[in-house]
Structures are given as structure tokens and as C-alpha cells.
């Protein structure tokens, strides 16, 4: 998974903390952690995707790019638990969206994941397509990475499966509409 450009640009020496340095992950690698993050994403699987009252957009080919961009922020996940956050923007017409997470840097990511759920109007549920797992970032407290778009409603589930809380400043989502 490729961490994305902009976490090297926006990252400075101050992006790790003594504390993290010395706090070993309770799992420790990418495998095992992706595994825990599917673990608690199969014990609260959403029932059924929350309906839209938006409009698809016209996916004609003459018309202009857009730009969808998604932020929530003061997101705090307990520990063993995970967090549903819900994109109000249609999608449709994406073929990829990237995501990125930020944290203060006294936080670490190492026993966190984002998964990626998609859904359709046609369809009752949304399905899981990819798993962003924060021990595979480059620095411990920020990561993303560009996922393949496949519908046009868009879930980020946040997931903890260490055993201390994580808070963090900010997730965004980011991708071109036709």
C-alpha cells in the first residue's frame, strides 16, 4: 500500500513522540494487525447502509471533473471499538478516492485501521472493499493511501484494536467525479 505524498510534506521530525518510540504495538505486523482490524469490522458490520437523498450526477463525458473532498474531525475511537463515519457525497463516477488519517503526535496508529465500505442505491447493504491498516503508514501518528472506488456511497469505519484510546484531529477523503 503506498502511503500518500502529501503525509511526506506535511511530516517533520516532530511527527514521532518519545512515548511512541518506547510503546511496543500490542500487534506487531501488518498481517496480524489486518486481521484484527477484519476481526472487529465482522462484529459490527453495518445492516444496511444509510440512504442518500442525493441525486447521482450526470456521468456525461463532456462535462467538466469535480472535485469531492470529505472531512470530519475530533474523532475519538475507545479501545477494541470502531467508529462509522458516513460520507454525505455522491460518488458516482470516482474510480478512486484517497484517504488520509491525522493524529497528534503523541498518538500511534500501529493497532488502528480504516476499512473501506462501498454501496449503490440498489443494493441494501454496503460491502467492505479495502482494509488501510495504520501499522503499514510511514510515521506512526498519519498515513493514507488510494483506494479503488466502487459505488457511490462512501463508509470509513475506524478501528482500534489496541487497548488504549486514539484520538485524532482529522480523516479525509479525496477524489475526482465525472
Known amino acids: 500500500m503506498k502511503t500518500l ?3 511526506l510534506l506535511v511530516c ?3 511527527c514521532f513522540s518519545a512515548e511512541d518510540q518506547k510503546t511496543k504495538p500490542a500487534i506487531e505486523n501488518e498481517a496480524t494487525q ?3 482490524v477484519l476481526k472487529i469490522v465482522r462484529e459490527i458490520i453495518p445492516q444496511s447502509a ?3 437523498n442525493l441525486k447521482p450526477r450526470d456521468t456525461n463525458t463532456n462535462l467538466p471533473s469535480l472535485t469531492n473532498v470529505e472531512s470530519w474531525t475530533g474523532i475519538t475511537v475507545a479501545a477494541g471499538q470502531s467508529l462509522m463515519l458516513t460520507s454525505q457525497s455522491d460518488w458516482t463516477g470516482a474510480s478512486s478516492v484517497a484517504i ?3 493524529c497528534p503526535s503523541s498518538v500511534s496508529l500501529k493497532n488502528a485501521g480504516i476499512a473501506v465500505w462501498w454501496g449503490i442505491s440498489l443494493a441494501p447493504n454496503p460491502t467492505l ?3 488501510l491498516v495504520g501499522s ?3 510515521v506512526p501518528n498519519m498515513g493514507g493511501a488510494v483506494t479503488s472506488a466502487f459505488g457511490n456511497k462512501l ?3 475506524l478501528v482500534n484494536t489496541g487497548t488504549v484510546s486514539i484520538s485524532c484531529d482529522q480523516v479525509t477523503a479525496y477524489g475526482v467525479v465525472h
Open 100 to 102: 488520509a488519517i491525522e
Open 12 to 14: 517533520s521530525t516532530h
Open 129 to 131: 472493499t479495502d482494509v
Open 34 to 36: 489486518k486481521e484484527a
Open 136 to 138: 503499514s503508514f510511514f
Open 5 to 7: 505524498t502529501l503525509t
Open 155 to 157: 463508509q470509513l469505519q
Open 50 to 52: 444509510k440512504s442518500s
